[in-house]
């Protein structure tokens, strides 16, 4: 029979310069380009991978420019999202605080469902850098407090935890898609069906 073909949205938010553009080019193409080139509106990339015998997604990125006083004009571009990424700069502090704005944009905009929200997962990029402001414990406390699925601490340049973080994402949409009361499939091997609030997969 023909394979379930799911199309899925995923928005990458954070402030300027965190590396969102370079995250999606990093796990869509594997290249990471040097140099930085701000984001205007929204740029899109897909990709598209078989998720199991007879699952195949096609992955469709959201790159939202980050700008602070674009917020209330970018949230437009939120709707009918199926996850989040979450992106901050380790060496940042005004990136990592943006983060608290960005979920309650997030929160606004796509009310919640079922008592279930908007899966996002939260991503400290630059971890190969030494001049980092932020420890892993404040990167957990805030994982918390906004209640995200997961956190990671990843270099994209390196491309250090870019594919695992994704698949953290994809793992929480796939899991809410399941239809309540049935099975899961077996060819969904790694899906576990009552996930924890934090996965192991994407500690640090």
Same mark, same amino acid.
């Given at each position: 029979? =023909?394979? #379930? %073909?799911? #199309?899925?949205?995923?928005?990458?938010?954070?402030?300027?310069?965190?590396?969102?553009? *370079?995250?999606?080019?990093?796990?869509? *193409?594997?290249?990471?380009?040097?140099?930085?080139?701000?984001?205007?509106?929204?740029?899109?990339?897909?990709?598209? =991978?078989?998720?199991?015998?007879?699952?195949?997604?096609? #992955?469709?990125?959201?790159?939202?420019?980050?700008?602070?006083?674009?917020?209330?004009?970018?949230?437009?571009?939120?709707?009918?999202?199926?996850?989040?990424?979450?992106?901050? %700069?380790?060496? +940042?502090?005004?990136?990592?605080?943006?983060?608290?704005?960005?979920?309650?944009?997030? %929160?606004?905009?796509?009310?919640?469902?079922?008592?279930?929200?908007?899966?996002?997962?939260? #991503?400290? +990029?630059?971890?190969?850098?030494?001049?980092?402001? =932020?420890?892993?414990?404040?990167?957990?406390?805030?994982? +918390?407090?906004?209640?995200?699925?997961?956190?990671?601490?990843? *270099?994209?340049?390196?491309?250090?935890?870019?594919?695992?973080?994704?698949?953290?994402?994809?793992?929480?949409? =796939?899991?809410?898609?399941?239809?309540? +009361?049935?099975?899961?499939?077996?060819?969904?091997?790694?899906?576990?069906?009552?996930?924890?609030?934090?996965? *192991?997969?994407?500690?640090?």
């Amino acid at each position: 029979r =023909m394979p #379930l %073909d799911h #199309l899925l949205k995923v928005i990458v938010l954070g402030r300027s310069q965190v590396g969102k553009t *370079s995250f999606v080019q990093q796990y869509v *193409s594997g290249h990471f380009k040097e140099g930085y080139k701000v984001t205007i509106g929204v740029d899109f990339a897909m990709k598209t =991978m078989e998720w199991s015998d007879d699952q195949i997604i096609r #992955l469709q990125f959201w790159d939202i420019q980050g700008q602070e006083d674009t917020l209330p004009m970018t949230r437009a571009f939120y709707k009918d999202a199926d996850g989040c990424i979450l992106m901050f %700069d380790l060496t +940042n502090d005004k990136s990592f605080k943006y983060c608290k704005l960005l979920k309650q944009a997030v %929160d606004t905009e796509i009310p919640t469902k079922d008592g279930h929200s908007l899966p996002c997962i939260l #991503l400290g +990029n630059k971890c190969d850098l030494t001049n980092r402001v =932020m420890t892993s414990k404040d990167v957990a406390d805030l994982s +918390n407090s906004l209640q995200c699925i997961a956190w990671k601490e990843i *270099s994209v340049k390196e491309n250090r935890h870019v594919e695992e973080s994704v698949r953290c994402i994809l793992e929480a949409i =796939m899991e809410k898609r399941t239809v309540p +009361n049935e099975p899961v499939l077996n060819t969904i091997e790694d899906i576990p069906k009552t996930p924890p609030r934090h996965r *192991s997969c994407c500690k640090t």
